[in-house]
RNA sequence: CGGGGUGUAGCGCAGUUGGCAGCGCACCGCGUUUGGGACGCGGGGGUCGGCGGUUCAAGUCCGCCCACCCCGACCA
């Protein structure tokens, strides 16, 4: 690399942002504008969190299918809100063979439409629900502004649709999945989120009810990092998806989606990451112990070789590196390593050797204090309390954050200068002219009526109305 | 799509009044190094974003186009 320092995330953050993806080999920039080429070190951060959720997605009792990446044209049509939503982002290829179609075809920006369809040819009788199935892949949305996995043009996802018999069994199936969020972002990601209720200007094209998880980067900007849809009988309406119930009574059910994408690749970059670089939570990290093996000659190295791949062996059970590069110092590799994020380093030398040890840091406390000598007798157990301990403490230390950054206004002014820098929790009475009012004084947005400690009476924050519960007013990505 | 900026080696940049296309890092080879970002010597690498114009001569001057980044209006 050229520069060896980052820039510091205080004097600019995006540009912090973009650098550090880049040099941690996270991401590329692809030859088309507002696509990135997710490198084998960011794929391999993805395919641990699409594992974390898959595994969740299958207790609760969901299938994966693969849905087709085009859809007709007159699909989107169907649902009015949801053409409205997403039409002006659209990628739509009117040639195919070298011949125009008779009928455009989208590239799906989401599933919706074509599961619907789908399901309406699935779904007969009462017997058939509820449907759950979910779906891994990627989706086209043609952004005008792009930010390596905040924003792009294409992106992964996983998109989970269901069908249910009654209205009750669909809300419940939309707040388990957001649960389902809150317990992977919150557990393994150690990315505190706070769920909630999103506004009706802020809810999803054609949803009867959104729910998201929002959660505060670095910079105090939100971050909606998953969404569960409820979409009552919209999509079902559209697209006929009925069933005979138990009296032989035609109905039509009630559907749900809830997705989260490469997206949350960002937010664990910009919760975690600080100006040494990546900071990975354990549970997730591609690697989660790196060896650096150190010597000065062939004979030392002769020595300390056999025990780094006897440490190596110790600790099988995780995911570990051994970087026995010889053409970079030691000094490099530790830098190296820590702008990756990797959670601890082992360093075995010369030393170690005779004493029987090795020396452990943690890349979540800098410096000495995170430097520690530990015995190679019970390494295994050591490192495995070690990582719990970095995966428990990042929740901490980003829960912390959050919360000092999170303050209630005194008044309309007061909620305008919090949301500079931080999120403002306040009553609001739920008209969209008072959310507008407060975009156009501050570009802060609701990010949602929280779950939790949502509902309370008072007045309006910004109209002094009465307002029957609180949210959350912030910048946002 | 509006405002601003940048395009010269993989990356970061310099290039004077128009006159043989350079520097640092990275890369390759050899040697010395290695417990917090090593060093020496020797190498390889370029349609100067594209097209057109002015000129004996264009990286440099003029015109048009394109791409990317940043800031705004929209979004997982």
Same mark, same amino acid.
């Given at each position: 690399m050229a520069d060896?320092?980052?820039?510091?995330?205080?004097e600019n953050y995006s540009e912090w942002y973009n650098?550090?993806?880049?040099?941690? +080999?996270?991401?590329?920039?692809?030859?088309? #504008?507002?696509?990135?080429? @997710?490198r084998p070190y960011g794929w391999a951060l993805w395919e641990n969190i699409q594992q974390a959720l898959?595994?969740?997605f299958k207790a609760t009792g969901h299938q994966n299918a693969a849905f087709p990446l085009f859809i007709p044209m007159s699909f989107l049509e169907k649902e009015k809100e949801h053409v409205e939503g997403f039409s002006p982002e659209l990628a739509v290829v009117t040639i195919g063979g070298g011949e125009k179609l008779e009928e455009p075809l989208v590239v799906r920006p989401t599933s919706e439409t074509v599961i619907g369809y789908m399901y309406s040819r699935w779904i007969k009788s009462y017997?058939?629900?509820p449907v759950l199935i979910n779906q891994w892949g990627n989706v086209v949305r043609w952004e005008l502004r792009t930010r390596l996995f905040l924003r792009t043009l294409e992106f992964y996802w996983q998109e989970g649709h269901t069908a249910h018999a009654? +209205?009750?069994?669909?809300?419940?199936?939309? #707040?388990?999945?957001?649960? @389902?969020?809150?317990?992977?972002?919150?557990?393994?990601?150690?990315?505190?989120?706070?769920?909630?209720?999103?506004?009706a200007t802020e809810k999803f094209a054609g949803a009867?009810?959104?729910?998201?998880?929002?959660a505060m980067m670095g910079d105090t900007k939100a971050l909606q990092s998953g969404t569960s849809h409820n979409l009552g009988q919209n999509f079902a309406?559209?697209?006929e998806i009925q069933f005979l119930d138990q009296n032989n009574v035609l109905q039509h059910c009630w559907t749900t989606s809830w997705g989260l994408s490469t997206r949350f690749i960002g937010a664990i970059i910009m919760t975690h990451g600080d100006d040494q670089g990546l900071k990975f939570p354990p549970r997730l990290a591609p690697i989660q112990v790196v060896i650096v093996p150190i010597f000065r000659s062939e004979e030392e190295r002769a020595r300390v070789m056999p025990v780094v791949e006897q440490v190596k062996g110790m600790l099988s059970d995780l995911r570990v590196k051994v970087d026995d590069r010889s053409e970079v110092t030691p000094g490099f590799k530790y830098n190296d390593w820590e702008m990756r994020g990797v959670p601890l380093r082992i360093e075995i030398g010369p030393k170690d050797i005779e004493k029987g040890s090795v020396a452990l840091a943690r890349r979540d406390i800098p410096?000495?204090?995170?430097?520690?000598?530990?015995?190679?007798?019970?390494l295994a157990e050591t490192v495995k309390n070690l990582l719990e301990d970095i995966q428990k403490s990042m929740l901490e230390k980003a829960r912390e954050f959050r919360d000092a950054n999170i303050h209630e206004p005194r008044d309309y002014a007061h909620l305008q200068e919090i949301v500079q820098d931080g999120w403002a929790f306040a009553h609001w009475c739920g008209s969209s002219a008072c959310e507008a009012k407060v975009k156009e004084d501050t570009k802060a947005t609701t990010r949602c009526i929280p779950l939790e400690g949502g509902k309370s009476k008072g007045a309006c924050i910004v109209c002094g109305e009465p307002a029957e519960y609180k949210v959350y007013f912030a910048k946002s990505y």
């Open positions: 060896e320092k980052l820039p510091l995330r205080s650098q550090l993806i880049q040099r941690a +080999e996270l991401a590329d920039y692809a030859p088309v #504008r507002g696509c990135m080429v @997710v898959d595994k969740r017997r058939d629900l009654t +209205e009750q069994e669909a809300e419940e199936e939309t #707040r388990r999945m957001l649960d @389902v969020y809150t317990d992977f972002a919150v557990n393994e990601a150690a990315v505190p989120v706070i769920p909630g209720m999103k506004s009867a009810r959104s729910y998201t998880i929002e309406k559209a697209f410096g000495k204090e995170g430097k520690q000598f530990v015995s190679q007798d019970g």
